[in-house]
């Protein structure tokens, strides 16, 4: 007579009860530290935005089509660094151009005085406190993607689109490799090992390493 294995459902409401209460971990975490935050920083967010729209012509956010979890699309927000017509300005300059793309950013021409100054600071990313409270990012998570990045590498990152994209992570704080497979393994690692302490620590090395950069 076979018997039906009987401990395997056990075993999985176990995984589901898991998995629920991390979820609700991580989101405590997340809106633990950014409501706090957005209030300290508003007065910041606002004199920055005035900055922006004295600097040059245009809105002061730029919105990033990026994908989420459950692959669904959501506009991700910054503020704006470059001009409007900012691709137009790096075309007319071919030298310019050349250098761009070789990866000198302070010979980009598409960068506003004041973007430039955000950049340099990471002052442009703030506005993406408010992709957390509306839970289409977190503050710790891989790193997000469009649409086509998604199809050319991510889908080589096991579970990507089974948690919401980061503010920072384990990418960002190991050294942001420009090599597609150690960003691919670093995001797989993340998703693969993730605990809340693991968050934590993320979060204090992405201070440090803020801290240390503008230094």
């Known amino acids: 007579m076979i018997q039906a294995p009987a401990t395997n459902k056990p075993d999985t409401f176990s995984a589901i009860a898991t998995r629920r209460l991390n979820r609700w971990l991580k989101l405590g975490l997340d809106y633990a530290l950014t409501l706090p935050t957005l209030i300290l920083i508003s007065p910041l967010l606002l004199v920055l935005a005035v900055l922006i729209r004295l600097d040059s012509p245009g809105p002061v956010l ?31 300059n071919r030298d310019q151009w050349m250098e761009v793309l070789q990866g000198d950013v302070n010979s980009d021409p598409r960068l506003t005085r004041v973007g430039r100054f955000l950049r340099r600071y990471g002052l442009d990313e703030l506005p993406r406190l ?7 990012m977190s503050l710790v998570g891989p790193r997000m993607m ?25 990418w960002q704080v190991s050294g942001h490799s420009r090599r597609v497979d150690d960003r691919v393994d670093l995001e797989a690692r993340y998703i693969r090992d993730w605990s809340l302490g693991m968050d934590v620590q993320i979060l204090i090395q992405s201070v440090v390493v803020a801290f240390t950069v503008q230094a």
């Open 62 to 92: 730029y919105r990033r089509r990026v994908v989420g979890r459950n692959g669904r699309e959501f506009d991700a927000y910054k503020f704006r660094t470059m001009y409007v017509d900012g691709n137009d300005r790096l075309i007319a």
């Open 130 to 136: 408010l992709n957390v409270l509306n839970r289409t």
């Open 146 to 170: 469009t649409r086509a990045e998604l199809l050319k590498f991510g889908h080589r990152i096991d579970g990507y689109c089974s948690v919401m994209p980061g503010l920072t992570g384990l």
